[in-house]
């Protein structure tokens, strides 16, 4: 009767503690779909029980705002074998294809039930039965299939509920790939005392979204609870796509890994994630451009909606003015023009205008005319004049004019002009002047040749200088030998164009010039022309061989000019890239492959396109995010290269908002390891640098890092496996190591496996060794090293070379040994640090060859100079694949002395004598469980040593005794003290 009592209590408290305080979200997150809710239902519900009597029961109760809410109960605690089932209505799918189902429930503490034990159950079942249409009148339990158990987080007592503490439970549990068209839920309790206060059924989607201008419907996740829908999204209203916009629908109901963009039409800016039309005023005329801008000065808009200003009247603008230049005038005229004749040469000078019409292109031109006496009837003054520097676009306020005609008249105009000049011409914008040419002597004769050549004579003849400026009243000759001085020369002078010359010396080259002469005088005399006389009344014909001589001549000029622009490109190349150039000299040098650092280069992104290919995203396939890098998502998708067979491959991307340094960091890593090239390397694909996201594209491995991969197959592996992987990691860091690389955070975190098992040696970041590395601690010296990983040389003094890279090579084989534990421990870094600079090494993992322990000490040698190079070390791990006999001998073999570990002692420090269980606990800095030791009976070491053999590795108990062995002598740190004398058991102490 009393336990009669006790369940009716305990099933009204159930409720008692729902309406007391329990409180119900109303609202849904914004990415879950609800497909039925216990809650909303108005009524009963009405689900199918099973049987009808005695079991499930449907009670409607008060919420805490008094609405009414229906719920299910059951509590047949004391009879045994209950199979109470619970069928919900048919519930419709939509567009999901996996549904998850949350269930607010009470349970009933069984402990606080007296009298009910071994009937009494703390859980019940969730099943699951797909169906076209809702025809299943009953509930036909054996074709339900079960989703899961479901348990109490939270199971209450009375004195929960006298304190009102009690504590609704909410599981969530999810279904799918769901094909048909719908689902009902069933529930099977089979004993427990349950009250099922809410179930809600939903599946999940990512709401509409606005990312970059382009608009994402809403979208419900894929099937699977890694997979990732693809979604193109569409440019918003006024917007136009830059490049295809993508984002991913994760299964949590997230976008993801934003790809792409639009971009606002002219005359529209982008303003909360919309394009938003330009005011009055207001105008923009490029899609690039930032937002709207005020129109410029001397310019308007009437309209909303600008792309560009009209100018205000009187203003122009140039069909190469940008929009955003403001309007502007053709300049006033020149001032202050005057004249200086010559002969029959002008230098007109005057000052720059008042008013440049608010522009920088202001030039000037010249207008020449040529005027009758009377300074009427004017004409263009022709091709004959000459201006210098020249006549239209004078940049300077002064010119020279030559070759006028002499005694005429002449008028001259200077105009200012600018670039809207032709939108406006007009008087306004020139200065002009008239003068007279004065009296002038003839130009120069142009060309001279000669004929009838013979020993002593010659005749020479000319045509009229171009501009006599007058009659020509006299030629003048100047002649004399080519190798005699020019001041022992001859005159000949004539009225005609030509001229006998005679008592020439045979065979000899003489120079000549000619000169015209006028009323005015003299003209300047000809360029020199050379002729020879000859030894027979055979003529030479002079010009004949002048041509020769002037096609030789023009020949060498070619020719050495040639020469000249050669030697000015390479020295040019040469000085520009100085040290890009030294360091590929290097890496030319025959067998001799040099790493460059890429932060050698003045311009870092000139090493990205010289190391790195650039892949269109076009190419790409993302598919899942398989995790978080130190710069963004880390995902695994699919690279097609035109003409390649398609790749698996994992895409690191670079997260928005990231600064140009952080850009150059992120892509180094692509710039380092895209001159490796070596099947234990990561091997890159390419780059995306022109394009948001930036990624780095590298061949996908399917296992992960080895770390997490040890973790994962703990024991699973032969030691000939792992020395596979040794040997790998080994090969890859030996190819770094003759290209000179040094890696720095050698650890395997940074080593990928394939599905073949091949491990590659990856993380080539820059940045990471100072800052993002998450192992990286503080050294005294600034910036952050991987203390455990890194050797003592490069902790002190930053001396980082392959010698510590081979160090850290030591602890990735301990890693590889050990499968995955974390080097020394839970050790501080600080004690670490202490404990090997005073000479203690990692002792050997559990099961862990000799021969490999002692390799890993010889990578852990104090000077850097008597550790093996990685040569050396992938010729020791072959000869121990050849002959596996060799890694037989275990270190710390009770039959076998461990003189590894004794050799690395600290000297003249002699380890503690510890004889009993205390002092060794002591120690270990445990010595409050001094007392659980002696109370379970283990006052010696023997006893100690016993208890390692029987509680590893099957440990279950919570002794605390056990708890200690569990956390310090399973993990393979005794197997050295296990084995040893004391002083071997000091040597390994140090690790606890
Ligand atoms: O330990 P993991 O599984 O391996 O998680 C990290 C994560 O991305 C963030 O770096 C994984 N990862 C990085 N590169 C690759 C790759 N090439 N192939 C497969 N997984 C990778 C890494």
Redesign the pocket.
């Known amino acids: 009767m009393a336990l009669m009592a006790a369940i009716i209590y305990a099933l009204a408290s159930l409720f008692m503690g729902i309406c007391a305080g329990l409180t119900f979200p109303r609202n849904y997150p914004l990415n879950e779909v609800t497909l039925l809710d216990s809650r909303s239902v108005q009524g009963e519900l009405a689900w199918v029980a099973s049987p009808t009597e005695g079991g499930w029961e449907e009670v409607s109760i008060m919420d805490e705002k008094n609405i009414p809410i229906r719920t299910y109960q059951v509590c047949n605690v004391m009879e045994a074998s209950q199979n109470n089932w619970l069928r919900t209505h048919w519930i419709q799918r939509g567009p999901a294809q996996r549904v998850y189902i949350e269930i607010k429930f009470t349970l009933r503490d069984c402990n606080s039930l007296p009298g009910v034990i071994g009937t009494c159950k703390e859980t019940f079942n969730l099943y699951y039965l797909e169906s076209d249409s809702d025809n299943e009148r009953f509930l036909h339990e054996s074709r339900f299939a079960k989703i899961d158990t479901v348990a109490a987080d939270e199971s209450f007592t009375q004195v929960d509920i006298g304190d009102r503490i009690m504590k609704l439970n909410t599981e969530v549990r999810d279904v799918g790939v769901l094909s048909r068209a719908g689902f009902y839920l069933a529930f099977q309790d089979v004993g427990a005392c349950i009250a099922l206060v809410s179930v809600r059924v939903f599946y999940k989607k990512c709401p509409l979204a606005v990312r970059n201008l382009a608009q994402f419907p809403d979208t419900v996740t894929g099937a699977d609870t890694s997979s990732l829908v693809e979604v193109r999204g569409s440019c918003v209203n006024h917007s136009e796509e830059q490049e295809v916009p993508k984002m991913y629908c994760g299964s949590d109901g997230e976008w993801l890994v934003p790809i792409g963009n639009c971009l606002c039409n002219p005359g529209y800016e982008e303003r909360n994630e919309q394009c938003q039309v330009c005011k009055v005023g207001y105008y923009r005329s490029l899609s690039s451009d930032d937002g709207c801008r005020r129109c410029p000065l001397n310019s308007y808009s009437m309209k909303e909606g600008a792309t560009s200003c009209d100018c205000d009247k009187g203003y122009y603008r140039s069909e190469t003015d940008p929009a955003s230049m403001p309007c502007t005038r053709p300049p006033s005229a020149p001032r202050s023009l005057i004249s200086n004749v010559n002969e029959t040469s002008v230098l007109l000078e005057w000052s720059p205008p008042l008013s440049t019409g608010g522009r920088q292109d202001l030039t000037y031109n010249v207008v020449c005319k040529r005027c009758a006496r009377d300074g009427q009837r004017c004409v263009p003054c022709g091709e004959d004049v000459h201006y210098l520097p020249q006549r239209l676009s004078l940049r300077s306020t002064r010119v020279s004019v030559h070759q006028l005609q002499a005694h005429t008249n002449y008028t001259f105009q200077i105009w200012a002009v600018n670039g809207v000049s032709k939108q406006n011409p007009g008087p306004e914008q020139a200065v002009s002047v008239t003068l007279a040419t004065n009296q002038a002597a003839p130009s120069t004769v142009m060309s001279v040749e000669s004929k009838d050549i013979t020993r002593h004579t010659l005749t020479l003849f000319w045509q009229e200088p171009e501009k006599p400026n007058g009659v020509i009243l006299e030629y003048e000759v100047k002649y004399y030998e080519k190798d005699q001085n020019e001041r022992s020369y001859r005159i000949v002078k004539t009225t005609s164009r030509k001229a006998d010359i005679k008592d020439l010396t045979p065979l000899t080259s003489y120079v000549f010039h000619v000169r015209a002469r006028t009323a005015a005088g003299y003209g300047e005399f000809s360029a020199p022309f050379e002729f020879s006389t000859n030894t027979v009344a055979s003529r030479v014909v002079g010009v004949m061989s002048s041509a020769v001589l002037l096609l030789l001549v023009a020949s060498c000029v070619v020719v050495l000019l040639l020469i000249f622009i050669i030697a000015f490109i390479i020295t040019k190349r040469r000085s520009r890239y100085g040290k890009t150039k030294q360091a590929e000299e290097k890496r030319l040098q025959p067998g001799v492959r040099i790493y460059v650092d890429p932060f050698t280069y003045e311009d870092p992104n000139q090493a990205i396109r010289e190391f790195a290919k650039e892949i269109n995203t076009s190419s790409i396939k993302i598919e899942k995010v398989?995790?978080?890098?130190?710069f963004g998502e880390?995902c695994?998708g699919r690279l097609k290269l035109p003409g390649k067979r398609e790749i698996c491959?994992?895409i690191?991307t670079l997260k928005a908002g990231f600064t140009e340094q952080q850009r150059l960091d992120f892509l180094s890593e692509a710039s380092v390891v895209g001159q490796f090239d070596h099947p234990n390397i990561?091997h890159l694909e390419g780059v995306v640098t022109k394009c948001k996201p930036v990624m780095i594209i590298?061949?996908?491995?399917?296992?992960?890092?080895l770390?997490?991969?040890l973790r994962k197959n703990d024991g699973r592996f032969t030691v000939i496996q792992l020395v596979g992987v040794l040997r790998g990691v080994a090969s890859g860091m030996k190819y770094l190591s003759d290209m000179s690389y040094v890696h720095r955070d050698l650890a395997a975190?940074n080593i990928?496996v394939?599905s073949n098992l091949v491990c590659?040696v990856?993380?080539f970041g820059m940045s990471r060794v100072l800052e993002d590395e998450p192992e990286g601690a503080y050294t005294t010296r600034g910036g952050k090293i991987p203390i455990r990983w890194t050797a003592p040389e490069a902790i002190t003094y930053r001396k980082f070379t392959s010698a510590s890279d081979v160090w850290s090579y030591g602890v990735v084989m301990w890693e590889v040994m050990s499968y995955g534990e974390r080097p020394y421990w839970d050790m501080s870094n600080q004690d670490v640090i202490k404990a090997i600079e005073e000479g203690y090494r990692l002792p050997p993992p559990m099961e862990c060859p000799l021969a490999l322990h002692q390799l890993m000490l010889e990578c852990w040698m104090r000077e850097r100079a008597d550790r093996p190079k990685f040569s050396q070390i992938v010729n020791m791990l072959d000869k121990l694949i050849r002959n596996p006999a060799t890694l037989k001998r275990i270190a710390g073999d009770t039959s076998r002395p461990h003189p590894s570990t004794l050799h690395h002692a600290p000297s003249g420090s002699p380890a503690p004598s510890l004889g009993s269980a205390e002092e060794w606990l002591k120690v270990i800095g445990l010595k409050q469980y001094r007392d659980n030791f002696s109370a379970a009976g283990h006052c010696g070491l023997e006893s100690v040593i016993q208890i390692n053999q029987d509680v590893c590795p099957q440990w279950k108990g919570n002794d605390p005794v056990n708890i200690i062995f569990q956390r310090i002598v399973c993990l393979g740190r005794f197997s050295a003290f296990s084995t040893e004398t004391n002083r071997t058991f000091g040597a390994s102490v140090f690790v606890l």
């Open positions: 398989i995790g978080i890098g130190e880390v695994s491959v994992a690191k990561i590298t061949e996908y491995m399917e296992n992960g890092s770390d997490m991969f975190r990928l394939n590659k990856s993380d």
